[in-house]
Each structure stands twice: as structure tokens, then as C-alpha cells.
């Protein structure tokens, strides 16, 4: 399961003169692994709400609020969650690579 999120991650840190299509492979790649988690049901629901829009067809409005604290209040929310799902997946990781060693 984590082949993907790895992908993603390598694919992100390639240097390359065309940038915008590496960040673009490596989105694409990110997605399919949330999507792959969230078949597991291992996203939170407002995870599934910011990977799966309501109503896909309709105009995106950005949901970042217009308040400076706000949005400062938003992004350590967001890189806290950020951290912890980063120490998950570093366990599970260790975890797998203990068990493969017995």
C-alpha cells in the first residue's frame, strides 16, 4: 500500500528542466494513493471532503478563509495532520521492514 505514497514522494524529488510535468505525475500519483486509502476507509471525513468535492461539476470556490489568523489557524491544523500521518506511515514502514527481517 505504500509502494504508492513512495512513488509519489521520489517522484516529487526528481530534478528535472520540466518541473510542471514531474509535480504534475506526482500529484496524480498522491491521488491515487488517497483514493487507495480511502477504499481502506483510513481517511478522516474531512480528508474524504477536500479529496472528494460534494458536486465535482460545479465551480471550485477556495475554501481557505479570508482572515489572516484564520488561515494561519488552518495551516498548522493542517501540518500537524500533516506530521502525524508522516510518524504512521514512518511506524508502519519500520513495522514491515521488522517483520521482513524475522
Do not use: H, W
Not at 52 to 73: E, H, L, M, W
Amino acid at each position: 500500500m505504500l509502494v504508492g505514497y513512495r512513488l509519489a514522494d521520489l517522484t516529487s524529488k526528481q530534478q528535472s528542466p520540466d518541473r510542471a510535468s514531474i509535480l504534475k505525475l506526482s500529484k496524480s500519483l498522491y491521488t491515487k494513493f488517497l483514493n487507495l486509502c480511502d477504499a481502506y476507509d483510513l481517511l478522516s471525513n474531512y480528508d474524504r471532503s477536500i479529496l472528494q468535492p460534494a458536486d465535482p461539476g460545479a465551480f471550485k470556490v477556495s475554501s481557505t478563509p479570508i482572515d489572516a489568523a484564520a488561515r494561519r489557524n488552518q495551516k498548522v491544523a493542517k501540518f500537524k495532520l500533516e506530521k502525524e500521518l508522516k510518524a504512521k506511515i514512518d511506524v508502519s514502514t519500520s513495522f514491515r521492514m521488522n517483520c521482513l527481517r524475522c
